[in-house]
Structures are given as C-alpha cells and as structure tokens.
Nanobody, 119 residues
Framework: QLQASGGGLVQPGGSLRLSCAASGDIFSINAMGWYRQAPGKQRELVAITTSGGSTNYADSVKGRFTISRDNAKNTVYLQMNGLKPEDTAAYYC???????????????WGQGTLITVSS
C-alpha cells in the first residue's frame, strides 16, 4: 500500500513537503509520482520520477515543486515551494511496482492528502 502524509493549510508563498511510503511485499518499484485533483476538475499529473532518476513536471509547477525519492525507504517526496491558491487540491501519490511472486508491474494509488493554499 501507499501511505501519503504532509498535507495541510498554508499561506500563499509558503512551502509544504509531501511524503508517500510504499509498503508490503514489494519486489521492485519503477516510477513514483504525484497527481492532484482540484474540486470540479480532473486529476492531473504534478510530477513523476522513474527508477532511473528522470523526472517530469507539470508546466504549472516547474521551478516551484521538486520530486525526489529514497529507494531504500520506498518513499517519494514532493517539496512544494511558492505555493499558490491554484495549487489547492487533493494530492495523490502513485507507484508503478511489482509485487513479490508477480511477473508484471501495476499502478497503485495512495489515499489523497488535502492541501489548501489560502490567506
């Protein structure tokens, strides 16, 4: 399972750091990422990182958000700086991983963590 943490209320211009830890009978983890869904909008990719270290960001967060991962801890982080009201959303982590005894990879999702950017 994926367990996300770190959401909350922050003022515009502030910072937050999200964490998401994968646990269970995991053989390997390929990509790990973050998505978000604002009220009335579709879920969108925020940032993703692969096992090889490459990263990809939504244009709206480039230069403000940084995704990183600790492979030893099966954990992905999202450092969010310069937060704006339009960043308000439920943030979801996901991971493309392979379980022990299984020959294929599947996407798994964590529970959402709410971020509200407001003064």
């Amino acid at each position: 399972q994926l367990q996300a943490s770190g959401g909350g209320l922050v003022q515009p211009g502030g910072s937050l750091r999200l964490s998401c830890a994968a646990s269970g009978d995991i053989f390997s983890i390929n990509a790990m990422g973050w998505y978000r869904q604002a009220p009335g909008k579709q879920r969108e990719l925020v940032a993703i990182t692969t096992s090889g270290g490459s990263t990809n960001y939504a244009d709206s967060v480039k230069g403000r958000f940084t995704i990183s991962r600790d492979n030893a801890k099966n954990t992905v982080y999202l450092q969010m700086n310069g937060l704006k009201p339009e960043d308000t959303a439920a943030y979801y982590c996901n991971a493309l991983l392979r379980l022990l005894g299984v020959s294929y990879e599947s996407w798994y999702w964590g529970q959402g963590t709410l971020i509200t950017v407001s003064s």
